[in-house]
């Protein structure tokens, strides 16, 4: 796809998205009153809220809002299958799980968090979760459809 194909096709995504981004705003933002902080991530089209300070540790993305508990999507993490033992697999990052996520948002807007949830919410058999894991590995496969 050529670069202004794809930009419409980023800007389009994240307006089908914005219901979803603001709720993970609003939730970034509230975690800023208990020293969370957030950066523009151009790579992963998304507002990151670093320090976010609730949650079992780890990250969520929310439309275009990636709200993590640690200090850099940079780190490193296992996939879903390896932590469930099903798979013997090599680290990811969280910056290419979560990123897998947002573009699941942008295609997906308001429909992701029902069809997430109904898929099995986050769980090794979310088939959401092992196309971000795909894609963490391979830098293919986000859609959680193929």
């Not at 709720?23 to 976010?52: D, K, S, Y």
């Not at 993490?77 to 680290?91: D, F, I, L, N």
Request: proline share 6%.
């Amino acid at each position: 796809m050529g670069a202004l194909p794809l930009a419409v096709a980023r800007l389009f995504g994240m307006a089908w998205t914005v219901p979803n981004t603001l709720i993970g705003l609003t939730a970034g933002l509230a975690g800023i009153l208990f020293g969370a902080h957030a950066h523009v991530r151009p790579r992963e089209c998304a507002v990151v809220f670093h320090r976010f300070p609730w949650g079992p540790g780890g990250a969520i993305t929310l439309g275009n809002t990636i709200l993590h508990t640690g200090d850099t999507l940079d780190s490193e993490c296992v996939t879903y299958a390896h932590r469930a033992g099903h798979a013997h697999e090599p680290s990811i990052t969280y910056a290419d799980h979560e990123r897998a996520h947002v573009f699941q948002y942008m295609a997906l807007g308001p429909l992701f968090l029902p069809l997430y949830l109904a898929c099995g919410g986050v769980s090794v058999r979310n088939r959401f979760e092992r196309a971000a894991d795909r894609y963490a590995l391979t830098g293919r496969g986000w859609w959680p459809w193929s």
